[in-house]
């Protein structure tokens, strides 16, 4: 791959319009690896200007100004304007992409959904201004969690938006499981395809290896069925807890890395392979209720995902993916005042 200078690379950059990027929590953990990687250029593309308008709350400004002050010393070619606000029409006007990554983070002891009462609210003044400021084709993941739920409410009230561009964030989880079996397998990432995480991002998911393969092989043949039930599933529905366990703190660069992968596959497609994407569910898709964002394997391409289709879920799979709907229909039913428009 041939590499370009600071300069060659900008002049190679002005030639596409840049696209504007809404952030929230900007001041946060997460987003000190996330935009840092944005700007050089990691989620659109080493040809895709952009312009980053970083949203936290009056509290965080200062600390968001710092922020600002250190992506402008990088002096990063694509980056061509940095807005800084609390104000979420600012913020999401003409934006073509939102992350939104601003919410509490989960303590040691708590479960994802103990968020839900602190986190909630976060998301309907959200949702309202993405529908009346953003780019009528803006991609919009919620990270925040719980962010099923918090993705059902953003989406909910941004009643001009289609649901198809919203997503909750369960690549996390994706590229956790597919680690989890290149270790095991002594291969490498590029081996595995096929992996799926079904439902909720929380201890009920389900990632599930019955399609997956390594360099083409059926995977479940070469791990093993202990290893599968014992040590891969529950490590998996686990892990945020595992590393907040370790680090004291939840996971922050791994997050931010799955944000941007997952909006890489977004915009600029994803069909080499199936990809876990928390989405709208429309009531008729492997038995999942409607008006959940349910996370389901899909491939992408033209910025539409599409749900594989046509899997044969044995019963035993079924009953795993009931578990996890019913999780989330616990949750929308928590905050069913927060639905109304
Ligand atoms: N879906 C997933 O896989 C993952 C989700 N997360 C979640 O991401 C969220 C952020 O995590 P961290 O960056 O580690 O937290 P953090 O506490 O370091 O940063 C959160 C930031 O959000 C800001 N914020 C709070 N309310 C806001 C609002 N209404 N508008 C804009 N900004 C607001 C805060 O001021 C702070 O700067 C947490 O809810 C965490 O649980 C974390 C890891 C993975
Ligand atoms: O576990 C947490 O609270 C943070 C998170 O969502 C994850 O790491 O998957």
Redesign the pocket.
Known sequence: MQLLTRSAMATFAFSKKPIRVAV????????YSLLFRIAHGDMLGYDQPVILHL???P??QK?LKGVAMELGDCAFPLLQGIVCT?DLKVGFTDVEAALL??????GKGQE?GD?LKD?AK?FIP?GKALSDYAHRDVRVLV???P?NTNALITATHAVSLPKKNFA??????HDRAVWQVAEKTGSVVADIAKVVVWGN?SPTMSPDLAWATVKGKRALDLVGEEWYTKTFIPRVQKR?AEIIENRG????AS?GN?ALEHMRSWFLGHKHDWVSFGIWSNGNTYNVPEGLFYSFPVTVENKEWSVVNGLTITAEQQRKMTVTANELLEERKAIEDLLKI
Do not use: Y
């Open positions: 929230t929590g900007a001041a946060g953990q997460i987003c949203i936290d709350i509290a965080a600390a609390d990554v601003g919410a509490k983070p989960r994802r968020l986190n976060i959200q990270v925040g969690n962010a909750a964030m369960t690549r996390l989880d991002h945020g703190l939840s996971s922050a997050a799955a």
